[in-house]
């Protein structure tokens, strides 16, 4: 599965659980949170866009990290 890496202004318990429910809710997706990096990896065959906008239902600013 192909691996995306987002930047989100995630700060919080509060901010992971809302992109653990929206992203558990979106299916087929693993994923880790790293809060103090505010970054969420994703590995999904979900295209770039679905996901950023998956995760843009949290309300909290979402970019997508090109890969190095």
């Not at 509060?14 to 949170?33: E, M, P, Y």
């Not at 679905?50 to 949290?58: D, P």
């Amino acid at each position: 599965m192909p691996k995306h890496e987002f930047s989100m202004d995630i700060t919080c318990e509060g901010c992971s659980n809302a992109v653990t429910r929206v992203l558990n809710k979106l299916g087929g997706v693993q994923f880790d949170i790293d809060l103090p990096n505010k970054k969420v990896c994703i590995n999904s065959e979900h295209s770039v866009d679905t996901l950023l906008e998956t995760l843009g239902k949290t309300g909290k600013a979402v970019s997508y990290l090109v890969p190095k």
